[in-house]
Structures are given as C-alpha cells and as structure tokens.
C-alpha cells in the first residue's frame, strides 16, 4: 500500500520556525516530482512548493517565497519543508504529495498520491 506520512506540525508563534517531514511508504518516488499543499480554514488547497525529481529545481508560491524551502533525500524516500519566519495567515493544514511527472508543477491535477495532512497554527 503506498502511503505519505506527513510529521513536524504543530501550535507556533509568529515568527518562529517549523520543519515538516513527509515519508513514503510503499513505493519510491525517486524519479517523481513532490509537492506541498496546504489548505487554510475556510478555504480551497493552494499550492506551496513542489521540488522536481533530482531535488535540484524548486518552485514556491509567493506567499512563501524566501521563507520556505522545500528539499528532499531520494534515498530515504522522504521530502521536507522548512518553514521559517511563520505568519498567522500560514496556518493551515498541510499536505505532501507526489506527482506524476519528473518535473515541478505548481497543479493539482498532477499529484496522484497524497497524504492526510499535519495541522500547522500559528499564533499571533
């Protein structure tokens, strides 16, 4: 059963710094293209970062853009993202997810494996 286990979320306040960490099981994604997710209250899921297959090509969302840096070790099957400088619109729960090109995509419709998502709150 292939599986992405999302870790690392948490109750932060402004300004602090938060690692999430996504394993997957059951499977390698090594030759995948990964993206993180995330879905604030009350809204629809927005793209924030996806890495290409060789962890050499990154792209973020402007929201996040010098504050966030995606990365992964295709060894282990595992991507991460690394969140600094934490603002209360950044609270949302967070979702990791593999797609099904090589590249980065900034699309939903892309990824065909995703994980039940870490709670991220971010105090003011």
């Known amino acids: 059963q292939v599986q992405l286990v999302e870790s690392g979320g948490g109750l932060v306040q402004a300004g602090d710094s938060l690692k999430l960490s996504c394993a997957a099981t059951?499977?390698?994604?090594?030759?995948?293209?990964m993206g993180w997710f995330r879905r604030a209250p009350g809204k629809e899921r927005e793209f924030v970062t996806a890495?290409?297959?060789?962890?050499?090509?990154?792209a973020y969302a402007d929201s996040v853009k010098g504050r966030f840096t995606t990365s992964r070790d295709r060894a282990k099957n595992m991507v991460y993202l690394q969140m600094n400088s934490l603002k209360p619109e950044d609270t949302a729960v967070y979702f990791c997810?593999?797609?099904?090109?090589?590249?980065?995509?900034?699309?939903?419709?892309?990824?065909?494996?995703w994980g039940q998502g870490t709670q991220v709150t971010v105090s003011s």
């Open positions: 997810a593999a797609s099904t090109v090589s590249y980065i995509s900034r699309s939903e419709n892309t990824y065909n494996y």
């Open positions: 890495i290409d297959w060789s962890g050499s090509e990154t």
């Open positions: 059951g499977r390698t994604f090594r030759g995948n293209g």
